[in-house]
């Protein structure tokens, strides 16, 4: 599975931007997608997670009321929507993927690296104060 991940670009606070997540051959296996950022400096972050079986979400408390993962089964994609921009939103958005399944995992698997054995080249957003 190859994933690309496009969307970024320049804001100023307060604007939206929408990231999308593009699975190539093999993305109908994918179990969950998450997005993640790192900024200059600090280590990559959790941001947002979509598990596909039953549609389940999970968002980092920095970004929960601001921003929307979901899935577009018409594109098959999944796109993290962004509203609110912050400053401190900016980072290298990367995208990653896992197929391997959640089960006898703890509820907050998806939400650390390590669940996926897929990841995205990473899109840049810099969000202007």
């Known amino acids: 599975v190859q994933l690309q991940a496009s969307g970024g670009g320049l804001a100023q606070a307060g604007d939206s931007l929408r990231l999308s997540c593009a699975a190539s051959?093999?993305?109908?296996?994918?179990?969950?997608t998450g997005w993640f950022r790192q900024a200059p400096g600090k280590e990559r972050e959790f941001v947002a997670a979509?598990?596909?079986?039953?549609?389940?979400?999970y968002y980092a408390d920095s970004v929960k009321g601001r921003f929307t993962i979901s899935r577009d089964n018409a594109k098959n994609t999944v796109d993290l929507q962004m509203n609110s921009l912050k400053p401190e939103d900016t980072a290298i958005y990367y995208c990653?993927?896992?197929?391997?399944?959640?089960?006898?995992?703890?509820?907050?698997?998806?939400?650390?690296?390590?669940?996926?054995?897929?990841w995205g080249q990473g899109t840049q957003v810099t969000v202007s104060s």
């Open positions: 990653a993927a896992d197929r391997r399944g959640w089960l006898g995992r703890p509820n907050t698997y998806y939400t650390t690296a390590s669940a996926y054995n897929y």
């Open positions: 979509f598990r596909r079986s039953g549609g389940i979400r």
């Open positions: 051959a093999g993305a109908e296996s994918i179990v969950a």
